[in-house]
């Protein structure tokens, strides 16, 4: 988790213009694809927060995340025979956690060639102050805070910064609530 | 100033017609058929939430691709940029940044997934189907040609569009209607003040002995 704010310009940010981003079945190397740099992925537990933008991009269900309620944890999983090498989850990464292992940049997309054992992490759940429910992983919330830290002089990003400890959902009711007293409404 | 779609609770009536209008006309205009208005009901209040678009907003300086911009007086996604790392649904103070999943899209994670449950928030939910491949927010229905959908649909006028002109003048009706309580408060105020000067003259004391005075009927009892 890095402190400074990451402004990669990562090559699906680059290609967006001229290529819509395939979702779906359409495989990240299908034809209309943007050119991604493509290799075996590697994943640093350290500067991953979970934010789970790879396992979206993943075509093929290689990258997944589960919600482990009981234990409060999020579960991380990286399975190497699933991958195509695709390496849209090194492109879509924020923190730069995905990244591409050097030299396989030369090497036939070979998938099954060599056996790993499924990579799993997991991940701390945070607990919404206000409802108690889960609603994103401990280190997400501390590298969005660190982020709105950097907004100096932004009442906006410093009344968000004071809000990352609740859920979205409570945001909305707190919201609507706040519309309620303004709009004088009694309790029935 | 941007301008934003502001709702008066008193008179939502929690139908709905804001939210299917909304992911209905972004639909219409190739753009993700989620609804940009959530509607809130509990037991006292019923209320659509609407995107405020924050001047420093903090969606946009979350985004690690650059995919939220200020677009005049509003802000904008870029779907295509959007990679659904959904930080910015994270950080947004009032909650008004949605996930929005293709209308093609086949949930891949985890298909029985529930929107939430009761351990866990909708957001977290909504990343564990690993089908939200990007986020929606309100941008004023900037493609259609006249304003903001939500607005002409909403059956009860429920919804309008707050920009500086209606801010100004939504100000100053409250500080008439301040100085109309505070005027109000001072007239009954010299009303007191006049009548008990009037006993005072007459020495009868009406209003203070009124509740505490011995009653006519306790005096005849032996």
């Known amino acids: 988790m890095s402190p400074l704010k990451p402004r990669v310009p990562n090559p699906i940010s680059q290609g967006a213009s001229r290529a819509v981003r395939p979702h779906g079945a359409a495989g990240g190397n299908g034809i209309g694809a943007p050119a991604v740099p493509q290799g075996k992925p590697h994943h640093d537990f350290g500067r991953c927060i979970a934010c789970a933008a790879c396992a979206v991009a993943c075509d093929t269900s290689a990258i997944r995340i589960f919600v482990d309620e009981d234990e409060g944890m999020l579960v991380w999983t990286l399975d190497l025979t699933d991958c195509t090498w695709c390496g849209r989850c090194a492109a879509v990464c924020p923190t730069g956690a995905m990244g591409l292992v050097a030299d396989s940049a030369c090497r036939p997309a070979a998938f099954a060639d ?27 919330v501390e590298y969005a805070s660190s982020l709105l830290e950097q907004e100096e002089g932004n009442a906006d990003a410093a009344r968000a910064l004071a809000l990352t400890g609740i859920c979205p959902d409570c945001k909305r009711t707190h919201d609507a609530k706040a519309a309620g007293r303004r709009a004088g409404m009694k309790r029935f | 100033m941007n301008r934003f779609v502001v709702s008066d609770p008193s008179r939502c009536i929690g139908c709905g017609a804001c939210r299917v209008t909304c992911s209905e006309a972004h639909r219409k205009r190739a753009l993700r058929p989620a609804s940009r208005i959530s509607l809130v009901k509990t037991r006292d209040v019923s209320a659509a939430v609407t995107c405020h678009q924050c001047e420093g907003a903090p969606c946009l300086s979350v985004c690690p691709e650059g995919a939220i911009s200020q677009e005049g007086d509003r802000l904008q996604v870029d779907e295509a940029r959007c990679t659904g790392c959904l930080l910015c649904a994270l950080v947004c103070p009032f909650g008004a940044v949605y996930p929005s999943a293709p209308s093609t899209a086949h949930v891949k994670a985890a298909p029985y997934s529930r929107a939430s449950s009761a351990r866990s928030a909708g957001l977290l939910r909504q990343k564990e189907t690993g089908a939200y491949t990007s986020v929606v927010v309100c941008d004023l229905c900037a493609k259609a040609p006249d304003g903001p959908r939500c607005i002409a649909a909403c059956p009860t006028k429920a919804l309008s569009l707050m920009d500086e002109g209606a801010l100004g003048h939504l100000a100053r009706e409250r500080r008439i209607d301040a100085i109309e309580k505070t005027s109000i408060a001072m007239q009954g105020a010299t009303e007191l003040r006049e009548l008990l000067a009037a006993e005072a003259a007459l020495g009868t004391g009406v209003v203070r002995d009124r509740e505490d005075a011995p009653r006519d009927k306790t005096e005849v009892l032996p």
């Open chain 1, 114 to 140: 060599d056996p790993e054992p499924p990579k799993r992490c997991l991940f701390a759940l945070r607990e919404c102050a206000s409802c108690g429910r889960y609603y994103a992983t401990n280190k997400e």
